[in-house]
């Protein structure tokens, strides 16, 4: 079983880049080879409820042929510097075409990594997955608070019929730490159904 080796730090010379894109992308090679939440702000005061990662829309119908974009959204978390998961889809129906970083680890003015995307790696019954990972890359600045896009992922469609895009439900595929590199314990919600015409 492949496991996540998000503890893996690039020691020298990375003092203020604490987590360097390096140190994720290390991790990423070695993984990979609803609610609407539009506008809302990002509110920074502790919070009872626990953290969670979701995409949203919850549903999408979309003609064959044509792309469709997931937003990846956190919520309710405290002080988050980087993230990395897997998304698994049906690549008879689906394939990745881009990626792109939200805006939510830009929190205070912080820079952040590209998003990292690793390859395409059996996920068994017919089904591929796919790591992603961002970081911010200034500890000085700590971490990122409260609700908002971690990334958007864009996707073509190949065949018609009913498919989803899913989180991976394997707790070795997903890893978020804060700026101390401690795990934060992340809910993993729901995902996206599909609907291919």
């Known amino acids: ?69 997931l937003r990846v959204y956190i919520e309710n978390v405290e002080d988050l510097y980087y993230a990395a998961f897997y998304v698994v889809y049906d690549p008879q129906k689906v394939s990745y075409s881009s990626g792109a970083v939200g805006d939510f680890l830009k929190q205070n003015g912080a820079t952040v990594s590209d998003l990292l995307v690793g390859g395409e790696i059996s996920a068994g019954e017919g089904l591929v997955k796919r790591s992603f990972g961002i970081t911010r890359l200034d500890s000085t600045k700590g971490g990122a608070s409260g609700t908002g896009v971690l990334c958007t992922i864009t996707f073509n469609t190949i065949a018609t019929g009913a498919t989803s895009v899913n989180f991976s439900s394997d707790p070795n595929d997903q890893g978020f730490r804060d700026v101390n590199d401690t795990d934060i314990q992340i809910t993993i919600g729901n995902g996206t159904t599909v609907n291919i015409l």
Not at 15 to 37: M, Q
Not at 38 to 61: C, I, L, Y
């Open 1 to 69: 079983m492949i496991r996540l080796r998000l503890r893996s730090r690039l020691r020298s010379g990375l003092r203020v880049k604490k987590f360097s894109v390096l140190a994720l992308a290390s991790a990423l090679l070695i993984l990979g080879g609803c609610s609407r939440w539009e506008g809302v702000d990002n509110p920074t005061g502790p919070s009872t409820v626990s953290p969670k990662v979701f995409t949203d829309p919850s549903t999408v119908s979309v003609k064959n042929g044509d792309e469709f974009t």
